[in-house]
């Protein structure tokens, strides 16, 4: 079975500080996808990132970031100079053929 | 581009009753996926439609059911609702089943009562 650990329910950070939100998976998959999505108080999923497995170089989209460490099946996402509106819950998903997705984390950024 | 629709955005029926949430995808995209999530918790994959086939199916009981039509929009319809069925209903689109990039509607948001 495919599942996914966010083992933080909870972080804050102050403002433009970094964050780094963690994240490992179980599969016997060779071929996925990662992703790293944000959920506001609107509660609509918000992509943030993705990763193929396929690529050993780590995504970046701006100030959000991952690690991506196939074989420790682990895939945390970073953010830098971290600003009032990234005040969200962070869902960790894996996709081999349905997506899986984490517990979440809330984070809250601090002024 | 309009992004993933649904609707209702917000509804409450009773315990029996039958519902039916709306999906259409963003405009090119042929597959659509469906998720429900409790309060409290991640998303979980109810289906995914491909080309108006069921190409995935999660761990739900049989009173969920879903079609793709051929304009590629979907809907789910659950029946005998039970109070356990309260969430939010998420649909999501992407060009093709495994496309590295999903998007996801607003939701609709379900109460039993």
């Given at each position: 079975a495919q599942t996914?650990?966010?083992?933080?329910?909870?972080?804050?950070?102050?403002e433009a500080e970094t964050v780094t939100l963690s994240c490992t998976?179980?599969?016997s998959e060779n071929n996925y996808y990662l992703f790293w999505y944000k959920q506001p108080p609107s509660?609509?999923?918000?992509?943030?990132?993705?990763?193929?497995?396929?690529k050993q170089q780590n995504a970046t989209e701006n100030r959000f970031s991952v690690n991506f460490q196939k074989a420790a099946k682990s895939f945390s996402l970073k953010i830098s100079d971290s600003q009032l509106g990234d005040t969200a819950m962070y869902f960790c998903a894996f996709m081999a053929n349905d997506m899986r997705f984490g517990a979440g984390t809330r984070l809250t950024v601090k002024p | 581009?309009?992004?993933?629709?649904?609707?209702?955005?917000h509804l409450i029926k009773t315990r029996g009753q039958q519902v039916t949430l709306r999906c259409s995808p963003i405009s090119g995209h042929k597959s659509v996926s469906w998720y429900q999530q409790v309060l409290?918790?991640?998303?979980?994959?109810?289906?995914?439609?491909?080309e108006k086939e069921e190409r995935g199916r999660g761990n739900f009981p049989d009173r969920f059911s879903a079609r793709q039509f051929p304009n590629y929009s979907s809907e789910?319809?659950?029946?005998?609702?039970?109070?356990?069925?309260?969430a939010l209903y998420l649909c999501a689109s992407s060009l093709y089943g495994q496309a590295p990039a999903i998007y996801f509607g607003e939701g609709s948001w379900l109460t039993v009562v």
């Open positions: 996914v650990t966010q083992s933080q329910p909870e972080m804050s950070v102050q998976y179980d599969t509660r609509q999923m918000i992509l943030v990132i993705r990763q193929e497995a396929y | 581009d309009a992004g993933v629709t649904q609707s209702p955005t409290g918790q991640g998303p979980q994959f109810i289906f995914q439609y491909y789910l319809n659950v029946n005998a609702l039970l109070l356990g069925d309260s």
